[in-house]
């Protein structure tokens, strides 16, 4: 019995002894984490197609919730428009994204785009530079105090203007084509001093044009989408470069801050930068830069106004709140005296209704990067070279984060109580939109001014939001106006 214990014992130190070195011969080597759950679908097409078939119902979402379910709630990899791609869709990932611009990752633009404006300042990598000098420019323009304060002055007196010419007196309009002129004659004002309407109604068309070819099939033969979108994008930035090359010689020949102190744009503030650095004032590149900038405007805020437009139509509850507030504003105030920026700021219900309007409808769905080196995010390999989106719907439109997410509910951005990086409509960390304020501005001006006169019905009662490829009403929003009886 001794025996077989004194056996057994011997044995099981061999056994342990045995255990312990083959760990530690097998302990395992630090591992390169996996790549990102998920699938790249069918070979070169991906998963674009579904993407683009559920994008053009305005129902991104169930792209991404789909995919969040199946793989995880953070990210997931993909196929789209031809590269292998990484989704990120949470809180974590969009801040995560914040922080990582110019370090992890660098911006990107699908090939369509690019090609379409070619040689332009936001899109060539070797201009990088000027877009950041821009960006600089852009904020003293758009954001700083005083400045603003001058822009919301500009943009009443456009906005008052643009509804006495277009709006007044008729009886239907076609909603999302007048908030196209409005926000583009007010960019060509702010950016260019240009307040031609020959000129803007002339480039409207090509601006229209660059819209419906960014996304579209890049077959460039005469006729397609886009050939056009690459045609109208020259013609708009000669354009724009016989503007530059005006504005320059009057700057050279005048004196300098004189000049600034008139004009008070974008297009002088560029100039005049180039000069005081001792830089040649290339126009072909300021009419770059500032055609990105002109069409990052448009769309971005037309359909905002229109979605607007939409949802008041569409909740009378809503609309009398709004209405009641910008009453309360325009009733302490002169009958044509301007609005000024301590009575934007009193719009506290109005912009909440824009948020949700945001929230719900963003224009965009999110921006494009790219690796600039392998890195990991949440355990997994981002590989260098793949390309990021950061999906807005994930967090939007995600009950974790808006409750009853598809309720139009303006009371949820009353108070402090969005989950950081949930929302986030402007982007975030280097890349941020630098023309929010400027946004802020001409949807609030806009707002005030056509409540104050109007209440609206849909004239199509069940038209709906589509993004052909980007987000608008399938038949340009046509509403029947009645005026306030005054
Ligand atoms: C409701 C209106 C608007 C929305 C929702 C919006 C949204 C955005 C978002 C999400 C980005 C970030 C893109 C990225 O991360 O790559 C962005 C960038 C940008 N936005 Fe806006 N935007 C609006 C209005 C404007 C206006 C009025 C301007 C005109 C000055 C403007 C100019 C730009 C530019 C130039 C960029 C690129 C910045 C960069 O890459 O550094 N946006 N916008």
């Known amino acids: 019995m001794e025996l077989i214990a004194l056996f057994l014992l011997v044995l099981s130190i061999a056994f342990t002894l045995y255990s312990l070195s083959y760990v530690s011969k097998t302990k395992p080597t630090k591992q390169k984490p996996e790549l990102p759950p ?79 404006f070619k040689g332009s300042g936001k899109l060539s990598e070797s201009k990088q530079k000027e ?36 709006w007044i007196d008729c009886e239907e309009v076609a909603a999302h084509s007048l908030a196209k002129k409005y926000t583009l004659s007010i960019s060509f004002r702010l950016m260019l001093n240009n307040v031609d309407s020959e000129t803007v109604g002339e480039l409207e068309k090509l601006f229209n044009c660059i819209m419906s070819g960014m996304f579209a099939l890049p077959i460039n033969i005469p006729g397609t989408k886009f050939n056009r979108a690459i045609k109208a994008s020259k013609g708009i930035r000669e354009k724009i470069e016989g503007i530059v090359r005006r504005r320059k010689i009057e700057i050279l020949e005048n004196n300098i801050n004189e000049s600034l102190d008139e004009s008070k744009d974008l297009l002088s503030l560029l100039i005049m930068e180039k000069i005081k650095d ?168 806009f707002i005030h001014y056509l409540v104050k006169t109007f209440r609206w019905e849909k004239v199509i009662p069940d038209e709906e939001l589509i993004r052909d490829p980007i987000l608008m009403p399938a038949k340009r929003l046509p509403i029947h106006l009645y005026p306030h009886q005054t």
């Open 131 to 166: 877009l950041a000098s821009m960006r600089k420019n852009v904020s003293a323009l758009f954001n700083q105090l005083n400045a603003m304060e001058k822009n919301v002055v500009i943009i009443d007196s456009l906005a008052r203007n643009h509804l006495e010419t277009h």
């Open 278 to 445: 001792n830089e040649e004032v290339i126009e072909s590149e300021i009419a770059d830069m500032i055609l990105v900038y002109i069409v990052a405007a448009y769309d971005s805020t037309s359909t905002t106004i229109t979605s607007i437009i939409k949802y008041l139509a569409e909740l009378p509850q809503v609309y009398e709140e709004v209405h009641r507030e910008q009453m309360e504003i325009a009733n302490s105030r002169g009958h044509e005296e301007p609005l000024n920026l301590d009575d934007i700021k009193k719009m506290i219900y109005s912009w909440n209704v824009v948020s949700e309007v945001l929230r719900l409808q963003p224009t965009i769905a999110g921006p494009f990067r790219e690796a600039i080196t392998d890195f990991s995010f949440d355990g997994f390999l981002i590989p260098k070279g793949w390309k990021l989106h950061r999906a807005v719907h994930g967090t939007h439109k995600n009950a974790k984060y808006f409750p009853e997410p598809d309720k139009f509910d303006p009371s949820r951005f009353h108070g402090n109580k969005i989950v950081p990086y949930s929302y986030v409509p402007f982007g975030g960390g280097a890349h941020i939109c630098p023309g929010r304020e400027y946004a802020r501005l001409q949807i609030l001006v």
């Open 38 to 116: 998920g699938s790249t679908g069918w070979p070169i097409i991906g998963e674009t197609l579904e993407y683009i078939r559920l994008a053009k119902k305005n129902c991104i979402e169930k792209f991404i919730f789909d995919r969040q379910k199946k793989y995880s709630a953070k990210l997931f990899k993909t196929s789209y428009a031809g590269e292998k791609m990484v989704f990120f869709c949470s809180p974590e990932a969009n801040r995560f994204m914040f922080a990582n611009e110019n370090k992890l990752i660098k911006a990107w633009w699908p090939r369509n785009i690019s090609k379409i």
